[in-house]
């Protein structure tokens, strides 16, 4: 009978965090069937002489014969399972065989020669011989080092403590995150059950901000990209950017499945309009008389008397009340109401010049006001006249 070695599925057994199984169980059984509850011998040389004792004990991932790391051996086609200290089963095939998987390792038949160092890690020395022509797999040398494949997949790991962390450059986490069904996209979703998801950035050490930031390009040299974090310099902040020779775009805001305001990258603020031609520049974008471009109320609009629109020529009188304003003022009645001017001669502050009622009348209110236009021009037709609006009616 001719000995058929065990292999592992991996180049050696691992936990469920990707180590080394220390203290593990392995059944060796018959094949095709469940190895725990159907074993076979199991041998530690190719003779088939010494058997070995199941469940197999592990050491650094490797079967542990007595003292020293072994290898297996079995007389025909197997089956194995093995678990870790926690009885948690890692692997479980009901067909191995001789030499199977990408990537597998037979002890001692590969011109390895393993051995266990006095401080615990494994030693390997010799020339690895990997199956499939070494496709995937990368070699390691030195104490405790281990053979992993570059492209690993890990199955439903979980990380009890420590960070994760990424030691090279450019590196990525990929996953479908553009799924054509949405609830199939790779996500961030929190451990609490019912509880609510916060993705969190935080900065390092003495820094003072923290944001997260999307480009537009599968290169970030030159492309644009958009901002949301906060800085405690210059608080909480939206930015639209670029790097390199990306171009600049404008910020946006829609609702409804509609564009409802957009900052243009001149600075131009529009509501209901893509282009902006003003600091700001509103338009009403539905029919209707009761439809209007911008509103400005009190917030209290049972007991307020009035509403100001403020325009100032730099940034200090709006404190002392020194700058120029339109404002309405509730004289009483739902509908009832006066529409003001006032002005700021000399950097006094603002006082009232003009007043239409509620009723249409232009209330003057400086004295010696005047009205000045040009009521000389030469050409009599260009001379600034009063007409009354009713067609082919006189003026009185």
């Known amino acids: 009978m001719s000995a058929v070695t065990v292999n592992t599925p991996y180049p050696t057994f691992t936990d469920i965090d990707g180590q080394p199984?220390?203290?593990?169980?392995?059944?060796?059984?018959?094949?095709?069937?469940?190895?725990?509850?159907?074993?076979?011998?199991?041998?530690?040389?190719?003779?088939?002489?010494?058997?070995?004792?199941?469940?197999?004990?592990?050491?650094?991932?490797?079967?542990?014969?007595?003292?020293?790391?072994?290898?297996?051996?079995?007389?025909?086609?197997?089956?194995?399972?093995?678990?870790?200290?926690?009885?948690?089963?890692?692997?479980?095939?009901?067909?191995?065989a001789a030499g199977s998987g990408v990537g597998s390792i037979s002890f001692g038949s590969t011109g390895l020669t393993p051995a266990v160092a006095t401080d615990g890690d494994v030693v390997v020395a010799g020339t690895l011989a990997v199956a499939n022509g070494g496709t995937g797999v990368t070699t390691a040398t030195g104490t405790g080092s281990v053979v992993r494949a570059t492209s690993p997949t890990v199955t439903g790991p979980t990380v009890s403590s420590g960070n994760l962390a990424f030691s090279g450059t450019a590196q990525r986490i990929t996953g479908d995150f553009t799924n054509a069904t949405v609830a199939n996209r790779l996500m961030f979703q929190t451990s609490t059950v019912n509880g609510n998801t916060s993705v969190t950035a935080?900065?390092?050490?003495?820094?003072?901000?923290?944001?997260?930031?999307?480009?537009?390009?599968?290169?970030?040299?030159?492309?644009?990209?958009?901002?949301?974090?906060?800085?405690t310099t210059i608080g909480a902040f939206v930015r639209a950017d670029r790097t390199g020779s990306g171009t600049y775009l404008p910020i946006t805001?829609?609702?409804?499945?509609?564009?409802?305001?957009?900052?243009?990258?001149?600075?131009?603020?529009?509501?209901?309009?893509?282009s902006p031609g003003a600091v700001f520049h509103t338009v009403r974008t539905s029919a209707g008389a009761a439809t209007v471009g911008a509103f400005i109320q009190n917030s209290d609009n049972t007991t307020s008397t009035e509403v100001r629109l403020a325009f100032a020529a730099n940034s200090a009188p709006l404190s002392a009340d020194r700058y120029g304003w339109i404002g309405h003022v509730n004289t009483g009645g739902t509908n009832g109401g006066a529409l003001t001017f006032a002005t700021t001669p000399g950097g006094a502050p603002a006082t009232e010049r003009l007043r239409i009622d509620s009723s249409g009348n232009i209330n003057v209110a400086t004295l010696g006001a005047r009205i000045t236009a040009d009521f000389s021009n030469a050409t009599l037709t260009n001379r600034v006249a009063f007409q009354t609006s009713t067609a082919n009616s006189a003026t009185s």
Do not use: C, H, M
């Open 21 to 96: 199984l220390e203290d593990g169980y392995v059944w060796i059984g018959v094949t095709g069937l469940e190895p725990q509850a159907n074993p076979q011998t199991a041998y530690w040389d190719a003779a088939l002489t010494l058997t070995a004792t199941q469940p197999v004990r592990t050491r650094g991932g490797y079967p542990l014969n007595g003292a020293a790391i072994g290898r297996l051996y079995t007389g025909s086609p197997y089956s194995i399972k093995v678990q870790n200290k926690n009885t948690s089963t890692l692997v479980l095939d009901l067909t191995g």
């Open 202 to 231: 935080i900065p390092n050490g003495t820094s003072v901000q923290s944001n997260l930031r999307a480009f537009n390009n599968s290169d970030p040299t030159n492309a644009s990209f958009a901002d949301i974090g906060v800085d």
């Open 253 to 274: 805001f829609s609702t409804g499945g509609s564009e409802r305001v957009r900052v243009d990258t001149s600075g131009n603020v529009g509501i209901g309009t893509a």
